[in-house]
């Protein structure tokens, strides 16, 4: 009796292969292996997504020194002896001037200007926007304020501007505040109408009728859309109870509007209202001669936190008015509040509490 091993041995070679599993291959043993499905389509979408976003990074870079370079620039801060310490945070100086420039016959008589020659400031603003955030700071100035002006004695604020242009209405500012200003910017009627009418209006709501020829302005009550021309008889007018005072008032509640306006996803992300906005606004206002477009980007953003009431707004501490020989009616200040509040400015603190609210 053979054994069985040598029976096993005996049938693998009678049956090559017998005892060993085997499965078919597949299409893998009848050539090499298939190659790998490329995709060319996504690698194309890459590379149109990447060109799209260079070019619009050039187009973004083009109109940024497009707009930088219209900006007119004049020498409001320079490198005067005497001015105040730097402090924390940046501090603007907004100036509105009854400038007719740039402004054509029919122009004036659409938007009834006036023709008043030369310019006077009608609107000063001091916007401080403290260090690593916090809430903005809107003082407005009032421009009967009566002020020492350096070399020229005690006088109206916007006496200032018009003895030494806006140079001398720094000093000014920055003597009776101790506060370094940081930033000039001044616009004119034109500039102010244009930025109006870029924006398509600006939606306000009026309390009472107001009326007054002298600034062209006649207006119903209730809420509506200002054009150029109501705007800027809106913020002129000084045809109510108590003038100037009432006046500096609407100034703010008119650029709080404006400004909500301007950074609204309706303007910003539409390139026919943002783009013409940019490159004539640029124009049409003035800065000073160290200010570029950088420096710009934060103050619409920091005027409309003020506008939502994320900031602070209100006029220096008035301690009443007065009549003064040679100046005629003038605001007085609160000195005591007035100087409480500029310091709490210059050490960057919260203002909310120092404030005058009207």
């Known amino acids: 009796m053979s054994g069985w091993p040598r ?34 389509r996504r690698r194309r979408w890459g590379r149109a ?80 926007i403290p260090r690593g955030g916090g809430q903005p700071t809107l003082i407005s100035l009032p421009r009967d304020s009566y002020v020492p002006i350096p070399g020229r004695g005690r006088n109206k604020l916007n006496a200032a501007y018009a003895f ?19 930033h000039y910017m001044e616009i004119g009627f034109d500039g102010f109408a244009s930025i109006v009418d870029d924006v398509g209006g600006v939606s306000l709501c009026v309390d009472a009728p107001m009326n007054d020829p002298k600034a062209g302005l006649k207006l119903a009550a209730g809420c509506q859309v200002l054009d150029s021309r109501k705007a800027l008889g809106y913020v002129r007018t000084r045809a109510s109870a108590r003038g100037d005072l009432d006046r500096v008032v609407r100034q703010q509640q008119f650029m709080s509007a404006l400004i909500d306006k301007m950074t609204s996803p ?47 707004a209100g006029t220096v501490p008035i301690a009443g008015t007065t009549t003064v020989s040679g100046a005629g009616s003038v605001v007085l200040w609160d000195r005591p509040k007035a100087l409480a509040l500029f310091e709490a400015l210059k050490q960057d603190r919260p203002t909310g509490n120092l404030v005058e609210r009207k």
């Open 266 to 312: 309706g303007v910003l992300i539409n390139p026919f209202r943002s783009i013409p906005l940019a490159l004539n606004g640029a124009g049409t206002i003035a800065v000073d001669s160290h200010d570029h477009i950088y420096h710009l980007i934060r103050f619409p953003f920091a005027m409309r936190s003020v506008s939502r009431g994320d900031g602070v």
């Open 164 to 182: 030494g242009g806006p140079k001398l209405l720094v000093r000014t500012v920055e003597g009776v505040t101790g506060i370094r200003v940081d």
């Open 49 to 128: 997504v990447l060109l799209v976003l260079a070019v619009l990074l050039v187009l973004i870079l083009v109109l940024f020194f497009m707009v930088d370079s219209r900006l007119n620039r004049v020498d409001a801060l320079g490198d005067q002896a005497g001015r105040p310490a730097v402090t924390p945070g940046a501090d603007w100086l907004i100036v509105g001037s009854d400038s007719r420039e740039g402004l054509t016959e029919a122009e004036r008589k659409r938007l009834g200007t006036g023709q008043a020659a030369g310019r006077r400031t009608d609107t000063m603003m001091l916007l401080h």
């Open 7 to 40: 029976d096993w041995a005996r049938d693998q070679q009678a049956t090559p292969g017998a005892g060993v599993r085997t499965e078919p291959l597949g299409p893998l043993a009848d050539g090499p292996p298939p190659r790998l499905a490329v995709r060319p």
